[in-house]
T-cell receptor, first 117, second 114 residues
Framework: GAVVSQHPSWVICKSGTSVKIECRSL??????MFWYRQFPKQSLMLMAT?????????EQGVEKDKFLINHASLTLSTLTVTSAHPEDSSFYIC?????????????FGDGTRLSIL | KNQVEQSPQSLIILEGKNCTLQ??????????LRWYKQDTGRGPVSLTI???SENTKSNGRYTATLDADTKQSSLHITASQLSDSASYIC?????????????WGLGTSLAVNP
């Protein structure tokens, strides 16, 4: 149980393109979803936290107008990287947590590798 | 200085051997400590979650220990398998205000060779 599906797994596109990444919780309702970015040999960096039906909370230094997050249902959150540039190339990972204690684990998707040419 | 430090940075062992990975943290106050396994190019998978009051927790061949007084944790892997090759990440969750987010270590890269 507790499967999180992330799509697409790999994206290569031209600079200036907008890219949408989907994160779905397949067998549980995720009241909270998290978006991370990971550069090679570095730890995961939290970009934003989204709660279903409300605006996402962005971490310091993350541009909310560039990284648009929508959490419209209890099973789906999307991250749109607008007007992507080569420096946005990274591994983007979502995670989801069911309703309950913050001691509950986050369940992670398999990530999206984004390459901007 | 990272609030969660892991050692060693990388480790190579032979299949069937045991190994222990270390995690020291300074996050305070503290809510829970987690160990994740991350295969290359994949998302992390939770191995254990321990709260303040727990000293040890096992998940199959993985056993995590926690000493909240010294702020140290370890992950012991028994009878290693080739599929154990991955990055093992220690994550600590704070317990107050802006410190409630997860603080991620840089991980220990483990290679199990035949």
């Amino acid at each position: 149980g507790a499967v999180v599906s992330q799509h697409p797994s790999w994206v290569i596109c031209k600079s200036g393109t907008s890219v949408k990444i989907e994160c779905r919780s397949l067998d549980f309702q995720a009241t909270t979803m998290f978006w991370y970015r990971q550069f090679p040999k570095q730890s995961l960096m939290l970009m934003a936290t989204s709660n279903e039906g409300s605006k996402a909370t962005y971490e310091q230094g993350v541009e909310k107008d560039k990284f648009l997050i929508n959490h419209a249902s209890l099973t789906l959150s999307t991250l749109t990287v607008t007007s992507a540039h080569p420096e946005d190339s990274s591994f983007y990972i979502c995670s989801a947590r069911a309703y309950g204690s913050s001691n509950q684990p986050q369940h992670f998707g398999d990530g999206t590798r984004l390459s901007i040419l | 200085k990272n609030q969660v430090e892991q050692s060693p940075q990388s480790l190579i062992i032979l299949e069937g051997k045991n190994c222990t990975l270390q995690c020291n943290y300074t996050v305070s106050p503290f809510s829970n400590l987690r160990w994740y396994k991350q295969d290359t190019g994949r998302g992390p998978v939770s191995l254990t979650i321990m709260t303040f009051s727990e000293n040890t927790k096992s998940n199959g061949r993985y056993t995590a220990t926690l000493d909240a007084d010294t702020k140290q944790s370890s992950l012991h892997i028994t009878a290693s398998q080739l599929s154990d090759s991955a990055s093992y990440i220690c994550v600590v969750r704070g317990d107050a205000g802006n410190n409630r987010k997860l603080i991620w270590g840089l991980g220990t890269s483990l290679a199990v060779n035949p």
